[in-house]
């Protein structure tokens, strides 16, 4: 049971290059999230999505793309990386309804020089 | 504008005592949900706690309550007995938004340290 696994753990980009982060979950749920965290600043939502095919732009959505073509992936794009994009970054799932609470992976630590 | 606020970048606390962590928030939906979770230094995500503002009663999950006052719109995080494995990063988080598209926000999280 594998739950929400984040593919890669750890990753070194130049500025300018491109990069795919990949979330799967396999508990089937309908929510997605993406958020990243720095120092000081908690886990700000960069982007989430609500079921297959549909996405929706969080707090800081700026730079950063998503997909969700299948239910149990949820893709998050870096088109043209920037140092102000090193961070940690933590995909979430949510089974749908009210009172549920979100399964975390265990984060990405991204560092762009 | 901040959805989540939470004042206090560090607390310490004594081993056994209880500590309460502060949590505001801002909404203007009717349904809302409050979360807490912990990050310890290991870097994971874990799941305490969780109240529906619909909820008449306090959560409680062991140690951990939730004292939630909706016309205040605060929801703190009471920790009962601290234990050194307490030490940790501790976020509040509201889930909201109309119909279908609950989003789940954060606040930037109080550091706590339990002190033997």
């Known amino acids: 049971n594998a739950g929400v696994t984040q593919t890669p753990k750890f990753r070194v980009l130049k500025t300018g290059q491109s990069m795919t982060l990949l979330c799967a979950q396999d508990m089937n749920h309908e929510y997605m999230y993406w958020y990243r965290q720095d120092p000081g600043m908690g886990l700000r939502l960069i982007h989430y999505?609500?079921?297959?095919?549909?996405?929706a732009k969080g707090e800081v959505p700026d730079g950063y793309n998503v997909s969700r073509l299948k239910k149990q992936n949820f893709l998050l794009g870096l088109e043209s990386a920037a140092p102000s994009q090193t961070s940690v970054y933590f995909c979430?799932?949510?089974?749908?309804?009210?009172?549920?609470?979100?399964?975390f992976g265990q984060g990405t630590r991204l560092t762009v020089v | 504008a901040q959805k989540i606020t939470q004042t206090q970048p560090g607390m310490f606390v004594q081993e056994k005592e209880a500590v309460t962590l502060d949590c505001t928030y801002d909404?203007?939906?009717?349904?809302?949900?409050l979360f807490w979770y912990k990050q310890p230094s290991s870097g994971e995500m874990i799941f305490l706690i969780y109240q529906g503002s619909y909820d008449e009663q306090n959560a409680t999950e062991g140690r951990y309550s939730l004292n939630f006052q909706k016309a205040r719109k605060s929801a703190n995080l009471v920790i009962s007995a601290s234990q050194l494995g307490d030490s940790a990063m501790y976020f509040c988080a509201m889930r909201e938004g109309p119909g279908g598209y609950q989003k789940v926000t954060f606040g930037t999280g109080t550091k706590l340290q339990v002190i033997p």
């Open positions: 979430a799932s949510r089974k749908w309804g009210r009172d549920t609470e979100a399964f």
């Open positions: 999505s609500v079921g297959e095919g549909t996405t």
């Open positions: 909404t203007s939906d009717q349904s809302y949900g």
